[in-house]
């Protein structure tokens, strides 16, 4: 599966943006984890191909909404309220299989990875 990412960019704190991540090929779930200046990468949220079946951050979860279109294979990651330590690349990710809904939080849960989007979020 290949994965192409798209919708970074400069926000101002307290704007929004939607990052957007197409897959080629057949996903199970998809993901999105991010990693900042510095820091490990940590995940954001994952959805299941299936049903739809969301999991969050907990840190995150009330901000950030994902959600898929099965029709176009992409995922979308709605940011809202952003903050400056939400900068970050932001990585889409693609899962093999339907995991338990708490298994996408692991990056073993996936097999193949985007390059990423920067988001700086910044006045």
């Known amino acids: 599966v290949q994965l192409q990412a798209s919708g970074g960019g400069l926000v101002q704190p307290g704007g929004s943006l939607r990052l957007s991540c197409a897959a080629t090929?057949?996903?199970?779930?998809m993901g999105w984890f991010r990693q900042a200046p510095g820091k490990d990468r940590e995940f954001v949220a994952a959805?299941?191909?299936?049903?739809?079946?969301?999991y969050y951050a907990g840190s995150l979860k009330g901000r950030f909404t994902i959600s898929r279109d099965s029709a176009k294979n992409t995922v979308y990651l709605q940011m809202n309220n952003l903050k400056p330590e939400d900068t970050a690349v932001y990585y889409c990710?693609?899962?093999?299989?339907?995991?338990?809904?708490?298994?996408?939080?692991?990056?073993?849960?996936?097999?193949?990875w985007g390059r990423g989007t920067l988001v700086t979020v910044s006045s």
């Open positions: 990710a693609s899962a093999p299989r339907a995991w338990n809904i708490g298994h996408f939080a692991s990056s073993s849960a996936y097999d193949s």
């Open positions: 090929g057949r996903t199970q779930g």
């Open positions: 959805i299941r191909w299936s049903d739809a079946g969301t």
